[in-house]
């Protein structure tokens, strides 16, 4: 596609459930990023791809979080044991090399009761 | 550790105002500076991205401008209007640690037509 698309764009779960957030990123681009941004706060870095590795994973705020990019290109964020201070939106970006200009997708809104 | 603060937090200005606003950066080894916006509910449009060796980048209405040794950057935007109203994010990538972006919490513009 011509942008960076996120599935779904909203996400509703139990607190204790798992969950999964997927990202795809602009074709052709190899640096994928995570961020999370709660209610009128910036976006926080959570994890950067570089290819199918994670360059930096210095953002996760616990072992709950994993991310994975088996093939370079599609990115899952999952979220283990979900609590309910991991409700926020989660926006993905990609750029062509890192680090250059991030185009971000439209977020997934997680909420957690 | 890179702090990024956006000031003002708010801004309501009347139809065609020209207007700034202002962005800081307390650590000024960084790669590029970007500028977004971000409308209620949805994810971030890149405006603008200034290379840490450029004073400026324009792109039509708007103008931003770079002073990495005082870390500080401004966002101008000539003649408002209605469809201006967002907020407006401002980030910046270090030399180090590749491409990681540190935002700003943002400054929320209204323009009254």
């Known amino acids: 596609g011509a942008g960076v698309s996120q599935t779904p764009s909203n996400k509703v779960t139990e607190k204790g459930k798992y969950v999964e957030l997927r990202c795809d990123p602009i074709s052709g681009h190899t640096a994928l990023y995570w961020y999370r941004q709660s209610l009128g706060q910036g976006p926080e870095f959570l994890i950067y791809?570089?290819?199918?590795?994670?360059?930096?994973d210095s953002g996760l705020p616990n072992d709950r979080f994993f991310a994975v990019r088996p093939e370079g290109s599609v990115s899952t964020l999952k979220i283990q044991r979900t609590e309910r201070g991991d409700s926020a939106m989660y926006l993905c970006?990609?750029?062509?090399?890192?680090?250059?200009?991030?185009?971000f997708g439209p977020g997934t809104r997680l909420t957690v009761l | 550790k890179q702090e990024v603060t956006q000031i003002p937090a708010a801004l309501s200005v009347p139809e065609g105002e020209n207007l700034v606003l202002n962005c800081s950066f307390t650590d000024s080894a960084i790669y590029n500076l970007q500028w977004f916006r971000q409308d209620p509910g949805k994810g971030l449009t890149s405006l603008l991205l200034?290379?840490?060796?450029?004073r400026e980048q324009t792109s039509g209405r708007l103008n931003a401008s770079l002073d990495k040794s005082s870390g500080r950057s401004t966002l101008y935007i000539a003649a408002s209007q209605p469809g201006d109203s967002a907020t407006y994010l401002c980030?910046?990538?270090?030399?180090?640690?590749?491409?990681?972006?540190?935002f700003g919490e943002g400054t929320q513009l209204t323009v009254n037509p």
């Open positions: 791809f570089q290819g199918t590795g994670a360059a930096d």
């Open positions: 980030a910046v990538s270090p030399v180090t640690s590749g491409s990681r972006l540190t």
């Open positions: 970006a990609s750029s062509l090399l890192g680090p250059q200009e991030q185009f």
């Open positions: 200034i290379q840490s060796s450029q």
